[in-house]
């Protein structure tokens, strides 16, 4: 088949998925699962092979990112359950200063969303952000938008979450890398985030009468707790939950840098950094730190971990269909197709990465799919270009900026920041949608430098 019939048909697939998603309100995984199916046979592929084909790219994806969504969402759920967000944001504030409340909030937020979905930590630190805005007599917007923005960019980049883990699968790209190089982007981000809030709410915004409702009729918790509740965990508790982790997978990725392949040390530090080994530590010193201090019963902190699967299992099945679908496109030689014709426009890789991932993520609204369909529409390019781990890694977290900006209507995310900050569609379009571009397009330029001065 020749190429520009290839590549129409990857640009039909797209095509027909945002309708599917959009349109006809088709769940993200049935709808990616039905277009690999068609894309297999307008394709040509022999019908004996379409079935492993797709069996292989879901088993390719999920060996990796099903353990590690199910590790981070259960160490989510234990840091939120056991009131440890709450412990973890009061003790920002304190360090900063009543003055730097939004500062505070911001970093918190940061370390927060690191092992916590965007839209669970932010409901989290939704009843700390109402308290500190009626201390300061300021609407939640004023507080509540940096720390959403900086949350999101976390959430795209950072693994544990699926995007961007899955993203990393296809591509091949080292996890530890990914969370190195994306973690460094997101602490001058955030410094971005808290900026460009201050400058959108240079103006007052209406606040929805429910909201405003809600607003008035909240009362901040007690900073003690009451007589024969438990202590929340402290901030070094979470902390140590978050860093040890990323101080395991680092160790991991120093190792494979540094040692020949083979050096026994290597494989032990390889062995020790890898991210499931370092996430399984993590539930282990949850257990000590907070479920046996806290005294939960073993049927408690199972019902606690437990309670962290079902959402997850969402994410983790339409993280699988993009791999199906990115499978799909390479086996057809879709990718190899678009790999050619990149080469052939001369349109830098990282730049082409970025663009597309953008693209998907204001059509169909969903970070992930934007992300997974990216790396797979880019994977045959990226292994035809023989590039360095760290520079697939910078590819990898370019698509995951892509996938940061532009968030309107059509994303839950959208709707969950403008409700509980008591924004309209409108005035949402002009903060919210504003914001996430200007950080996406931030955090993309500031992957490009990196990209640049190690080419």
């Known amino acids: 088949m020749t190429t520009p019939m290839l590549l129409g048909i990857a640009g039909a697939s797209i095509a027909l998925l945002l309708v599917l998603i959009i349109r006809l309100q088709v769940h993200a995984f049935i709808a990616m699962m039905l277009v690999s199916f068609l894309v297999a046979l307008v394709a040509g592929m022999p019908l004996a092979d379409i079935v492993p084909t797709l069996i292989a790219g879901m088993g390719g994806t999920l060996g990796s990112v099903a353990i590690l969504v199910a590790l981070g969402a259960m160490l989510g759920k234990t840091i939120e359950v056991s009131g440890g967000a709450g412990s973890l944001a009061q003790r920002f504030t304190q360090l900063l200063g009543p003055t730097r409340v939004p500062a505070a909030l911001t970093a918190a937020a940061l370390v927060l969303s690191i092992p916590v979905f965007f839209d669970v930590g932010f409901i989290i630190l939704v009843p700390i952000i109402y308290g500190f805005c009626k201390a300061a007599r300021v609407d939640p917007v004023k507080f509540g938008l940096p720390v959403a923005g900086i949350m999101l960019a976390v959430h795209v980049v950072v693994p544990p979450h699926p995007g961007i883990v899955g993203g990393a699968a296809v591509l091949s790209a080292d996890v530890g890398w990914v969370t190195l190089i994306g973690l460094a982007i997101c602490l001058p981000l955030a410094v971005v985030s808290q900026y460009v809030a201050g400058w959108l709410n240079r103006k007052p915004y209406a606040m929805l009468p429910t909201t405003a409702e809600q607003f008035n009729a909240f009362e901040a918790g007690e900073t003690q707790p009451a007589k024969g509740k438990l202590q929340a965990p402290g901030v070094g508790v979470v902390l140590t939950l978050i860093c040890v982790p990323l101080l395991l997978i680092m160790i991991g990725t120093t190792g494979a840098t540094l040692l020949p392949q083979g050096d026994p040390l290597r494989n032990a530090m390889g062995f020790i950094g890898s991210p499931i080994?370092?996430?399984?530590?993590?539930?282990?010193?949850?257990?000590?730190?907070?479920?046996?201090r806290q005294g939960w019963s073993r049927e408690r902190t199972n019902e606690v971990m437990e309670s962290a699967l079902p959402p997850a299992a969402t994410v983790i099945l339409v993280t699988g269909a993009g791999g199906v679908f990115a499978k799909v496109l390479t086996a057809t030689g879709i990718g190899a197709a678009l790999s050619t014709s990149i080469t052939d426009m001369h349109l830098p890789l990282i730049l082409a990465g970025f663009v597309i991932s953008l693209a998907l993520r204001a059509a169909?609204?969903?970070?992930?799919?934007?992300?997974?369909?990216?790396?797979?529409?880019?994977?045959?390019?990226?292994?035809?270009?023989?590039?360095?781990?760290v520079q697939v890694a910078l590819l990898t977290v370019a698509i995951g900026f892509g996938g940061l900006g532009l968030s309107h209507v059509n994303d839950s995310g959208f709707w969950i920041v403008t409700r509980y900050l008591g924004l309209s569609v409108g005035d949402g379009l002009r903060t919210w949608t504003v914001l996430t571009t200007i950080l996406g397009v931030v955090g993309f330029l500031l992957t490009a430098v990196l990209w640049a001065l190690i080419a």
Do not use: D, E, R
Not at 281 to 290: E, K, M, N, R, Y
């Open 277 to 292: 080994f370092a996430l399984m530590v993590a539930i282990g010193l949850a257990f000590w730190l907070i479920a046996k």
């Open 364 to 389: 169909q609204g969903s970070a992930t799919v934007a992300i997974l369909t990216t790396c797979g529409l880019l994977a045959s390019a990226v292994t035809a270009g023989a590039y360095s781990p």
